[in-house]
């Protein structure tokens, strides 16, 4: 939906209430949340490694299981992995999506302390699984980084003075616009990253950032999951709603807290 729409509707939209063009059950997840878990599960049964191999496996059991949604880059790289035993696409142009990105927090948990070049190795073997571009690459490395130094109680503005600047001086299409907010981002990486980070960075709290990001409509359940990583690792977990964690589907939430405890303590 635009940002107008969901006025209309909803005015501020801020419960979980289900429906949505995918007529999705109150709390019921999308594929942002699903990849993640399969990811996160392959982890923890890798001993703890990202190895491309064993994300490919999961993604495959993923798409098996028929999910609710999944994006055409995903499924045109977990086919490939099918059909050819390919972990790795070709890096492509036209892959710049945010496929990568919105499932990539197990490797923020999973490589906490990690090395750079050894995290950044960890990502891509998961994220080119799908999604071999430059632009996905950066963004998703970014969000990582951002999501460690968060657990380890550096503040917002470290934050946005390191790894986001960072980002933006490699590649100036990430560039935010503070005074002209951007609204109904697709699912380019580029579009994502823009609303994730201008709303961050303007917003004080972890409920009001996601509730201004997925009012900004578009692919609003991965510039919420990708929010949400950001700004949860920097609220901590106790700044989640009740009444969100309340709707969220039991077994959904249980995996989600019993997985991440598991990926930061693993040794």
């Avoid at 919420?224 to 969220?248: E, F, N, T």
Wanted: proline fraction near 4%.
């Amino acid at each position: 939906m635009l940002p107008e729409e969901i006025r209309a509707a909803h005015g501020v939209h801020d419960r979980i209430i289900g429906g949505g063009w995918l007529r999705l059950r109150p709390g019921q997840v999308t594929d942002d949340t699903e990849m993640s878990l399969a990811l996160g599960a392959a982890i923890l049964a890798n001993g703890g490694q990202v190895t491309a191999e064993a994300a490919a496996r999961a993604f495959d059991q993923w798409l098996r299981s028929k999910p609710v949604d999944i994006g055409n880059t995903v499924r045109r790289g977990i086919i490939t992995y099918r059909n050819f035993g390919r972990t790795e696409m070709v890096e492509d142009v036209h892959d710049a999506g945010n496929g990568a990105c919105m499932r990539t927090l197990p490797v923020a948990l999973a490589t906490l302390g990690w090395n750079r070049e050894a995290i950044n190795a960890a990502s891509r073997a998961q994220a080119h699984v799908t999604h071999n571009n430059p632009l996905s690459d950066a963004a998703t490395e970014c969000v990582i980084q951002m999501i460690q130094m968060a657990l380890m109680g550096m503040d917002k503005g470290s934050m946005i003075e390191g790894p986001v600047a960072q980002l933006v001086s490699r590649h100036p299409e990430f560039l935010f616009r503070r005074k002209r907010p951007s609204k109904n981002p697709s699912a380019y990486i580029v579009d994502t990253m823009r609303v994730v980070l201008e709303v961050f960075e303007k917003t004080d709290d972890f409920e009001t950032c996601l509730v201004e990001v997925v009012n900004r409509g578009g692919d609003a359940d991965t510039t919420g999951a990708i929010a949400g990583m950001i700004a949860g690792a920097l609220a901590g977990a106790g700044a989640i709603p009740d009444r969100w964690l309340r709707k969220l589907e039991e077994e959904t939430r249980d995996q989600c807290i019993q997985q991440a405890l598991n990926l930061v303590r693993h040794d």
